[in-house]
């Protein structure tokens, strides 16, 4: 089970930490990915880790804005976000990845949590 938290109402150019929690033994077998859905949008890759946080991947849109990381020995999932923008402004959702490497696609994951919400305001 996967727990995302941190989401919330924050200016342009403000910052937000997301977490996400996982329950269970493996999950640092897996590799972990970052999506994000805005209100009529379809769902999009937000970022993606390796199952030793040693490599990331970014969607362009977020490059050089946000970081992923993990700490295995905490179950948990973090995505720094700064500089935000307006267009930020989506629920964001966590998700296990179904093999070692990480995906850019939603069907690479066969896991989800709930989803944050984070609206940014110009």
């Known amino acids: 089970q996967l727990q995302a938290s941190g989401g919330g109402l924050v200016q342009d150019g403000g910052s937000l930490r997301l977490s996400c929690a996982a329950s269970?033994?493996?999950?640092?077998?897996?590799?972990m990915g970052w999506f994000r859905q805005a209100p009529g949008k379809e769902r999009e890759f937000v970022a993606a880790?390796?199952?030793?946080?040693?490599?990331?991947y970014y969607a362009d849109s977020v490059k050089g804005r946000f970081t992923v990381s993990r700490d295995n020995a905490k179950n948990t999932l973090y995505l720094q976000t700064n500089s935000l923008k307006p267009e930020d402004t989506a629920v964001y959702y966590c998700?296990?990845?179904?093999?070692?490497?990480?995906?850019?696609?939603?069907?690479?994951?066969?896991?989800w949590g709930q989803g944050t919400e984070v609206t940014v305001s110009s």
């Open positions: 880790i390796t199952r030793a946080g040693v490599s990331t």
């Open positions: 269970g033994r493996t999950f640092s077998m897996s590799a």
């Open positions: 998700a296990r990845s179904v093999g070692y490497s990480p995906s850019i696609s939603r069907e690479g994951y066969d896991m």
